[in-house]
C-alpha cells in the first residue's frame, strides 16, 4: 500500500521551462490537493480538487496549472517555471467526510534557477 | 499578522518529558483543529484532529482547543527520541481550506 506517490522528488530548472509533477494516490479518496511548503511559511494551498473532474484556486494559484486525470492522480504544471516557485511541493488526499488533506505525499524538491 | 502563529523552536527536552506545543489564532470562525507531524524529508502526516473545543486524547498524545482564548496546544506525555520532528498545527472553519501554521522544530534528547 504505496498511499501517495510523487513523481519527480528532486528537480532542477531553469527560468523558463516547463515541467509537470505527478502525483497518485491507491486509497480511492475523493479530494486531492498541491500544497508548497517554503521556510517560515507553513504549508500554502496552490489548487484542490474535491473530486474528479473538478478542480479549484487555493491561496497561491499564479504561475501553475493542474489537471485532475483520473480519480488516482492530480498533476500540477507550471508552464514558465520562475525563482520564485523554488520550494517543496506536496500531494495530498483526503475523504469527502473530512474535506480536509489526511494523507500526504513526500514532496518534490523544486529549485529554479 | 498571520492567520495562525506557531512558536518556530527548536524546542530542545530530554527524553521522558512532557512536551507542550502551542498555536494562536485570529479567526472566530475556525472549528477544526488538526495536528501534523513531518519528520525530515518526509510529508506531513495527520497525528490528532479535533472539532470545536475540548480535548482529545490519542495514546502519549493530548490535543487541547481553547476557542475562548483562541488558542490550541498538543501534549506529549513520556517523550521519545522518535518524536523528534516539526509539529504542525492547521485549522479551518466550516467549508473552508486549512490554514497551517509554520511548525515548531522538536528535538528529544536520549
Known amino acids: 500500500n504505496a498511499g501517495v506517490t510523487q513523481t519527480p522528488k528532486f528537480q532542477v530548472l531553469k527560468t523558463g521551462q516547463s515541467m509537470t509533477l505527478q502525483c497518485a494516490q491507491d486509497m480511492n479518496h475523493n479530494s486531492m490537493y498541491w500544497y508548497r511548503q517554503d521556510p517560515g511559511m507553513g504549508l500554502r494551498l496552490i489548487y484542490y480538487s474535491a473530486s474528479e473532474g473538478t478542480t479549484d484556486k487555493g491561496e497561491v494559484p499564479n504561475g501553475y496549472n493542474v489537471s485532475r486525470l483520473n480519480k488516482r492522480e492530480f498533476s500540477l504544471r507550471l508552464e514558465s517555471a520562475a525563482p520564485s516557485q523554488t520550494s517543496v511541493y506536496f500531494c495530498?488526499?483526503?475523504?469527502?467526510?473530512?474535506?480536509?488533506?489526511?494523507?500526504f505525499g513526500d514532496g518534490t524538491r523544486l529549485s529554479i534557477l | 499578522q498571520k492567520e495562525v502563529e506557531q512558536d518556530p523552536g527548536p524546542l530542545s527536552v530530554p527524553e521522558g518529558a512532557i512536551v507542550s506545543l502551542n498555536c494562536t489564532y485570529s479567526n472566530s470562525a475556525f472549528q477544526y483543529f488538526m495536528w501534523y507531524r513531518q519528520y525530515s524529508r518526509k510529508g506531513p502526516e495527520l497525528l490528532m484532529y479535533?472539532?470545536?473545543?475540548g480535548n482529545k486524547e490519542d495514546g502519549r498524545f493530548t490535543a487541547q482547543v481553547d476557542k475562548s482564548s483562541k488558542y490550541i496546544s498538543l501534549f506529549i506525555r513520556d517523550s521519545q527520541p522518535s518524536d523528534s520532528a516539526t509539529y504542525l498545527c492547521?485549522?479551518?472553519?466550516?467549508?473552508?481550506?486549512?490554514?497551517f501554521g509554520a511548525g515548531t522544530i522538536l528535538r528529544v534528547k536520549s
Open positions: 492547521a485549522m479551518s472553519g466550516r467549508g473552508d481550506k486549512l490554514v
Open positions: 479535533t472539532y470545536s473545543s
Open positions: 495530498a488526499s483526503g475523504t469527502v467526510y473530512s474535506n480536509q488533506p489526511q494523507h
